[in-house]
């Protein structure tokens, strides 16, 4: 269920649309000799502009308020609101939405609010401390670039907006994770049960009140569903790839419970036997629609020489085969916590990733290495099909391929 923010923002973006001060840059510049068809031009292009500009503008402002839910449903989860204004990154963005809303109502001077609107959101997107402030002021530059006829420009914005959207909800999923352990090991005394969810961090369990960790968890799918849809729509642009490793991810477990990982640590929420309302039918589709691959793959051709080691695939999140946009594999680490994981990264040279993409079940896949001295690249001698994994735990072990070094080479 995209949201109507990224909807609105690519809508600008693929169809090119030419506001108002576009066309007149356009027609500055030797558009249509005819002074009949360059003014229906322009007033066809001031339509436009009016139209998607009242759209784009409530677009912001839900945006705005998800992220201020966002962090005031996981600051909650550990008591006391944090009620801190971010002066310096809000009144340039609100100034800047009044130019554009001026530019809806006033589309024969919309080139210079939006101009306007243009300086503003530098001034906020430079001053912004949060990632996800960022991310959405880089969005709305995109937009006014849109707006603007300067398509360049606007992909350029929307290319600094993907790795602050990513640090967003990675930094969002840590805090709720570090939230979950102001949490008793028991249901409190005199307590109803059914008030309360059992949470599975790494070393313990706690139980944390439904009301607090259902809103937080479900903005966090959310906002991990939007940054990927984000990115998902940015690929036929030209920008978003190569497709990110997944460090800190939102998934469904098989028993119905919600994983949410990060690096240092992991959380397990049981919503599996519960229908409750404030989980509404929306975000549990967009949850479904979260898919994790794990690429896996030991003693490739990097035993032997130095060099890096990719995966491409069919899917445009995966590259759509072209070699440029493969996802890089890193070395596993020496452990991962169990006796059985060291023992077997002892005996095999193992190199992997984890991501995340939206709607992808099945999807043909290879490796191929690059050899840092140079020459021609080395390809995993078969094409192979990846199912996207519904994990059993935060902790589970991705499957393995292993090929002989000396059986790659070029196609």
């Excluded at 937009?143 to 967003?168: C, I, K, M």
Aim: proline share 8%; net charge negative.
């Amino acid at each position: 269920m995209p949201t109507s923010w990224p909807n609105l923002l690519f809508r600008l973006l693929s169809a090119g649309v030419t506001s108002a001060a576009g066309t007149a840059a356009n027609l500055a510049a030797g558009g249509p000799a005819n002074p009949l068809l360059a003014g229906a031009i322009e007033a066809a292009a001031k339509q436009a502009t009016e139209h998607l500009l009242k759209q784009f503008l409530p677009a912001q402002q839900e945006a705005a308020q998800q992220l201020d839910l966002l962090a005031r449903d996981i600051q909650a989860l550990a008591g006391g609101i944090d009620t801190r204004v971010r002066s310096l990154q809000e009144g340039p963005a609100r100034a800047a939405r009044l130019h554009m809303e001026d530019a809806a109502v006033h589309p024969e001077r919309a080139a210079d609010e939006l101009q306007a609107a243009r300086r503003l959101l530098y001034e906020a997107w430079g001053a912004a401390s949060d990632p996800g402030q960022r991310s959405l002021a880089a969005q709305e530059l995109s937009g006014v670039y849109a707006f603007l006829g300067q398509y360049d420009d606007s992909v350029r914005w929307l290319e600094r907006a993907l790795p602050d959207s990513d640090a967003a909800v990675s930094e969002a999923i840590e805090a709720f994770r570090v939230s979950l352990n102001a949490f008793p090991d028991s249901v409190p005394r005199r307590a109803d049960a059914r008030d309360f969810v059992e949470v599975e961090l790494r070393l313990k369990r706690v139980f944390a009140p439904l009301d607090k960790v259902v809103p937080a968890a479900q903005r966090l799918v959310e906002a991990r569903y939007d940054a990927l849809d984000l990115r998902k729509r940015a690929i036929p642009l030209g920008t978003g790839r190569p497709w990110p490793a997944a460090p800190s991810r939102v998934e469904l477990g098989r028993g119905g419970e919600l994983l949410f990982s990060t690096p240092a640590g992991g959380a397990a929420v049981d919503l599996g036997h519960r229908q409750d309302p404030a989980m509404s039918p929306d975000v549990r589709a967009m949850l479904r629609s979260l898919k994790t691959l794990h690429f896996s793959i030991a003693d490739g051709p990097w035993v032997n020489r130095p060099g890096h080691t990719y995966v491409v695939g069919s899917s445009p999140q995966l590259g759509g085969w072209e070699p440029s946009a493969g996802i890089q594999l890193a070395p596993r680490p020496k452990s991962e916590g169990t006796i059985s994981s060291t023992v077997w990264t002892l005996k095999r040279k193992t190199m992997e990733a984890v991501i995340q993409l939206l709607d992808e079940e099945n999807v043909e896949t290879r490796y191929f290495f690059v050899p840092d001295e140079g020459g021609e690249i080395l390809w995993d001698p078969c094409t192979r099909r990846i199912n996207a994994q519904t994990p059993a735990s935060f902790y589970r072990q991705s499957d393995m391929f292993t090929p002989a070094p000396e059986v790659w080479g070029t196609p």
